[in-house]
């Protein structure tokens, strides 16, 4: 009889050597006689994926992150082996397999180390849950940066940080607070010039360590599923970014409308309080686009409802709402109310659509409507259902956008703030525990609400926003940064957060202007809309306890200073649109830290307050109070004041005085900036013009501007306009070309240009090869001209 058993905790286990290898087409396996799997996969010549299974075989392949309609190749692979190793070698990098430990080793082609395995795949049984916690470590090279990893509170440089993915409802997060609302396991790796990134594709709880634990030592590891991994290869970051970008996915371009300004409280009810809200905005001439509906909308916070008290004719006041320019975004989320007289627990009831215990019962847990079950949006049959539901709210009322809340999931009341773990998900028929699916839920919802609001909003685009993602989120949704607090650490906190999310995929993020949690005094809100009218999403939002946020709480300076700031963005929506198209059609990061914009140089590694805004703005916020001025970093090339037009040359730190109701702004010199006339909403006016303002530079320098109808589809069917400007400038000439694609034509006629540093004064102009009188196209000051918009080159003679 068997009186006394114990588990044999066996710590951590190690590949042993390897006996045999075979490949197929472009995936090479290696097999230990200890049962573990090595399977690399080449996906292109700079993008290997590693995956470890320690039982011989390995389960399904299934991913949420990998956007499957991402075409993939590579031009070489060859694999040889000698006495150590295996050799994979393909026409941008080296991989070398230890043949006693299956240590990895990735190398350039000219054998420079990018990135060795020090223990490199390791495991540990996990005897409470079944599985292994997989682990990896990596020897970091000296000198070594990291950034990326999304929504993080931390420096933008993130060595010596140890980082956890869980997404979590940290309602007025701190400074370096783990973990948050969203989990995005990418980050790029910087030494000698040479950048790499790990997008470690693993939904369970994950942990980062940058050189905290070990000084020398990067690892990561996971509490379940498998060691999968992506390495991408730059060696620049922008091919990394890029990369990593196409693999996860990219967003269809939004409304034109989204890249307005909007406003948002905790909460606007009942109507006439809305009305109260916008009316002001159109009375102070402070443009607004969007305005939100939190869940007091709702009869008793049940999703999918109207409060008859509050709200008595929603699709009047909507339309209403429309007719004046304002857009209406309705939140919604995931917990259902348990009423047996409520219509959306009836259907999800009768069709068992909730969530489920490891015994059977419903998930119950308490939110704003009391007890509620949850869907399971890993069900695609879930997600297909709760698309329908939006049917009455797009098609019917005329709700333009749907804003996805506590959907880490949130759950009140419990310890750890979400679902048990023994909850059961389908997971697209890779049925699992709450373990598993916790970090991908919010994302589900989101897809099942975009895919929803997308069909009800057609032919028109949609537009979702979400607290919780993964990466791959982006395809889906915007995002916003969760609740913050109105402190000057978190203005600073915001500034990062939206780089880090750029470079991290997840470009369409915004923070709550002002903080949702606290109330901001007014110099810290001016701040504040100063640095977001140049992030992608841009929101002011607080939470009606803490006293109202509006442009107007402040007094009438700050009003100015929103108004000025505010019309600034509306200004530069066909800058920032082209930057969402490139962003969409390139991958390519909307806002670019420093070390993105010049990795060569050691200033930008630890620089975190400046950022280039598309390819051609410096933006360094002003992040502390009663500041009249701020050192800042000038990168590479050189650069325009925004604001007197005074020249620097760059690779410099320089004093920049500035009053309150500006921030340092620089416009690389070469730029061709397209404005639009300012609107109180997009789509307001029609325009005769729009201005390009052009900064002479001695040389070359190319700008894009790219334009459609600003909402529908027919875009993708070539009725777009997207113009490349080319600009040469010498010493006593300046020429503009333009090349002109696409078959939209814009209703304007002619471009007003100013011309900013002009070294001589014009003595002629020649407009497609043809000498133009002067007093025709030459405005005020000598610098301003106008001219047709279908020119295509410009060539403008000094005397």
């Given at each position: 009889?068997?009186?006394?058993?114990?588990?044999?905790?066996?710590?951590?286990?190690?590949?042993?050597?390897?006996?045999?290898?075979?490949?197929?087409?472009?995936?090479?396996?290696?097999?230990?006689?200890?049962?573990?799997?090595?399977?690399?996969?080449?996906?292109?010549?700079?993008?290997?994926?590693?995956?470890?299974?320690?039982?011989?075989?390995?389960?399904k392949d299934f991913s949420y992150a990998i956007d499957k309609t991402q075409s993939?190749?590579?031009?070489?692979?060859?694999?040889?082996?000698?006495?150590?190793?295996?050799?994979?070698?393909?026409?941008?990098?080296?991989?070398?397999?230890?043949?006693?430990?299956?240590?990895?080793?990735?190398?350039?082609?000219?054998?420079?180390?990018?990135?060795?395995?020090?223990?490199?795949?390791?495991?540990?049984?996990?005897?409470?849950?079944g599985g292994n916690i997989v682990k990896m470590s990596k020897i970091a090279n000296?000198?070594?940066?990291?950034?990326?990893?999304?929504?993080?509170?931390?420096?933008?440089?993130?060595?010596?940080?140890?980082?956890?993915?869980?997404?979590?409802?940290?309602?007025?997060?701190?400074?370096?607070?783990?973990?948050?609302?969203?989990?995005?396991?990418?980050?790029?790796?910087?030494?000698?010039?040479?950048?790499?990134?790990?997008?470690?594709?693993?939904?369970?709880?994950?942990?980062?360590?940058?050189?905290?634990?070990?000084?020398?030592?990067?690892?990561?590891?996971?509490?379940?599923?498998?060691?999968?991994?992506?390495?991408?290869?730059?060696?620049?970051?922008?091919?990394?970014?890029?990369?990593?970008?196409?693999?996860?996915?990219?967003?269809?371009?939004?409304?034109?409308?989204?890249?307005?300004?909007?406003?948002?409280?905790?909460?606007?009810?009942?109507?006439?309080?809305?009305?109260?809200?916008?009316?002001?905005?159109?009375?102070?001439?402070?443009?607004?686009?969007?305005?939100?509906?939190?869940?007091?909308?709702?009869?008793?916070?049940?999703?999918?409802?109207?409060?008859?008290?509050?709200?008595?004719?929603?699709?009047?006041?909507?339309?209403?709402?429309?007719?004046?320019?304002?857009?209406?975004?309705?939140?919604?989320?995931?917990?259902?109310?348990?009423?047996?007289?409520?219509?959306?627990?009836?259907?999800?009831?009768?069709?068992?659509?909730?969530?489920?215990?490891?015994?059977?019962?419903?998930?119950?847990?308490?939110?704003?409507?009391?007890?509620?079950?949850?869907?399971?949006?890993?069900?695609?049959?879930?997600?297909?259902?709760?698309?329908?539901?939006?049917?009455?709210?797009?098609?019917?009322?005329?709700?333009?956008?749907?804003?996805?809340?506590?959907?880490?999931?949130?759950?009140?009341?419990?310890?750890?703030?979400?679902?048990?773990?023994?909850?059961?998900?389908?997971?697209?028929?890779?049925?699992?525990?709450?373990?598993?699916?916790?970090?991908?839920?919010?994302?589900?919802?989101?897809?099942?609400?975009?895919?929803?609001?997308?069909?009800?909003?057609?032919?028109?685009?949609?537009?979702?926003?979400?607290?919780?993602?993964?990466?791959?989120?982006?395809?889906?949704?915007?995002?916003?940064?969760?609740?913050?607090?109105?402190?000057?650490?978190?203005?600073?906190?915001?500034?990062?957060?939206?780089?880090?999310?750029?470079?991290?995929?997840?470009?369409?993020?915004?923070?709550?202007?002002?903080?949702?949690?606290?109330?901001?005094?007014?110099?810290?809100?001016?701040?504040?809309?100063?640095?977001?009218?140049?992030?992608?999403?841009?929101?002011?939002?607080?939470?009606?306890?803490?006293?109202?946020?509006?442009?107007?709480?402040?007094?009438?300076?700050?009003?100015?200073?929103?108004?000025?700031?505010?019309?600034?963005?509306?200004?530069?929506?066909?800058?920032?649109?082209?930057?969402?198209?490139?962003?969409?059609?390139?991958?390519?990061?909307?806002?670019?830290?420093?070390?993105?914009?010049?990795?060569?140089?050691?200033?930008?590694?630890?620089?975190?307050?400046?950022?280039?805004?598309?390819?051609?703005?410096?933006?360094?916020?002003?992040?502390?109070?009663?500041?009249?001025?701020?050192?800042?970093?000038?990168?590479?090339?050189?650069?325009?004041?925004?604001?007197?037009?005074?020249?620097?040359?760059?690779?410099?730190?320089?004093?920049?005085?500035?009053?309150?109701?500006?921030?340092?702004?620089?416009?690389?010199?070469?730029?061709?900036?397209?404005k639009y006339p300012v609107q109180q909403y997009v789509g307001e006016k029609e325009?005769?013009?729009?201005?390009?303002?052009?900064?002479?530079?001695?040389?070359?320098?190319?700008?894009?501007?790219?334009?459609?109808?600003?909402?529908?589809?027919?875009?993708?069917?070539?009725?777009?306009?997207?113009?490349?400007?080319?600009?040469?400038?010498?010493?006593?000439?300046?020429?503009?070309?333009?090349?002109?694609?696409?078959?939209?034509?814009?209703?304007?006629?002619?471009?007003?240009?100013?011309?900013?540093?002009?070294?001589?004064?014009?003595?002629?102009?020649?407009?497609?090869?043809?000498?133009?009188?002067?007093?025709?196209?030459?405005?005020?000051?000598?610098?301003?001209?106008?001219?047709?918009?279908?020119?295509?080159?410009?060539?403008?003679?000094?005397?």
């Amino acid at each position: 009889m068997i009186t006394n058993t114990e588990l044999e905790l066996k710590g951590d286990q190690f590949p042993s050597k390897i006996i045999s290898y075979n490949q197929d087409v472009d995936s090479i396996y290696f097999y230990t006689d200890n049962n573990v799997v090595l399977k690399i996969t080449i996906l292109r010549d700079s993008m290997i994926r590693f995956r470890y299974t320690t039982k011989g075989y390995f389960n399904k392949d299934f991913s949420y992150a990998i956007d499957k309609t991402q075409s993939h190749g590579y031009n070489e692979l060859q694999v040889t082996e000698n006495e150590i190793h295996y050799v994979i070698t393909t026409s941008k990098i080296v991989c070398k397999i230890n043949k006693a430990d299956v240590k990895v080793g990735l190398f350039d082609l000219e054998g420079f180390s990018i990135l060795e395995d020090e223990i490199g795949f390791h495991w540990e049984e996990s005897y409470e849950f079944g599985g292994n916690i997989v682990k990896m470590s990596k020897i970091a090279n000296d000198g070594e940066c990291y950034y990326g990893m999304g929504d993080k509170a931390t420096h933008l440089n993130l060595k010596g940080k140890r980082l956890e993915n869980w997404a979590t409802d940290q309602y007025a997060f701190q400074k370096e607070q783990e973990p948050l609302y969203k989990v995005v396991p990418f980050y790029i790796g910087l030494h000698h010039n040479n950048a790499y990134g790990i997008f470690f594709d693993n939904t369970f709880r994950t942990f980062f360590d940058f050189c905290h634990e070990r000084r020398n030592i990067t690892s990561f590891w996971a509490e379940g599923g498998e060691m999968n991994y992506y390495f991408i290869y730059g060696p620049k970051m922008k091919d990394v970014v890029t990369a990593y970008t196409h693999l996860t996915g990219k967003p269809e371009l939004p409304p034109m409308w989204t890249l307005g300004y909007h406003q948002c409280k905790w909460s606007y009810y009942p109507e006439s309080k809305v009305k109260e809200i916008t009316a002001n905005f159109r009375k102070l001439q402070i443009p607004c686009d969007a305005i939100y509906l939190d869940i007091d909308y709702m009869e008793g916070f049940r999703c999918f409802t109207w409060s008859k008290d509050y709200f008595p004719d929603p699709k009047r006041m909507v339309a209403e709402l429309a007719k004046d320019g304002f857009k209406t975004v309705a939140i919604i989320d995931p917990g259902i109310k348990i009423d047996k007289d409520y219509w959306v627990y009836q259907e999800a009831l009768e069709k068992d659509y909730f969530c489920k215990r490891a015994d059977g019962p419903y998930m119950k847990g308490k939110v704003w409507p009391g007890e509620c079950n949850f869907p399971d949006y890993t069900n695609p049959e879930v997600r297909e259902w709760w698309a329908g539901l939006y049917k009455e709210l797009i098609s019917d009322i005329g709700v333009k956008g749907v804003w996805n809340d506590m959907n880490e999931p949130a759950v009140m009341d419990v310890p750890g703030k979400t679902f048990p773990m023994d909850v059961r998900h389908d997971f697209d028929g890779n049925p699992c525990s709450h373990r598993k699916a916790h970090n991908i839920y919010g994302t589900q919802m989101a897809r099942a609400t975009y895919e929803g609001v997308k069909r009800f909003a057609y032919p028109k685009r949609p537009f979702i926003i979400t607290r919780s993602a993964y990466s791959g989120a982006q395809r889906y949704t915007s995002s916003w940064t969760g609740d913050n607090v109105a402190s000057w650490e978190h203005l600073w906190i915001a500034n990062i957060q939206m780089q880090r999310m750029s470079i991290s995929g997840m470009g369409f993020t915004g923070s709550d202007i002002g903080g949702f949690a606290e109330q901001p005094s007014g110099e810290l809100y001016a701040r504040w809309i100063q640095l977001g009218v140049f992030h992608p999403f841009c929101r002011t939002h607080s939470s009606g306890d803490h006293g109202e946020q509006e442009p107007w709480s402040f007094g009438e300076e700050v009003i100015d200073i929103t108004r000025k700031f505010v019309n600034l963005r509306y200004e530069l929506l066909p800058y920032l649109y082209t930057m969402f198209w490139k962003y969409v059609n390139e991958g390519e990061p909307m806002l670019k830290p420093l070390v993105y914009f010049d990795q060569e140089d050691i200033q930008t590694l630890y620089r975190t307050d400046e950022f280039i805004y598309g390819n051609h703005i410096l933006v360094c916020p002003i992040l502390e109070p009663n500041a009249v001025g701020r050192r800042l970093y000038l990168p590479k090339g050189n650069w325009y004041n925004y604001w007197t037009n005074e020249w620097i040359e760059g690779k410099i730190e320089i004093w920049v005085p500035t009053a309150y109701d500006e921030i340092p702004l620089f416009i690389k010199e070469g730029a061709i900036i397209p404005k639009y006339p300012v609107q109180q909403y997009v789509g307001e006016k029609e325009f005769e013009e729009i201005t390009l303002e052009v900064y002479f530079k001695l040389g070359k320098e190319k700008s894009v501007l790219y334009e459609d109808a600003q909402d529908g589809y027919d875009y993708n069917k070539g009725r777009f306009s997207l113009r490349t400007f080319n600009l040469t400038g010498k010493e006593n000439e300046l020429i503009i070309q333009l090349h002109k694609q696409g078959e939209f034509l814009t209703n304007y006629s002619k471009f007003k240009i100013n011309l900013i540093g002009l070294p001589f004064e014009i003595d002629s102009i020649e407009i497609d090869n043809e000498k133009v009188d002067l007093a025709t196209v030459l405005l005020e000051k000598g610098s301003v001209l106008k001219v047709d918009k279908f020119f295509t080159e410009l060539h403008i003679f000094g005397k």
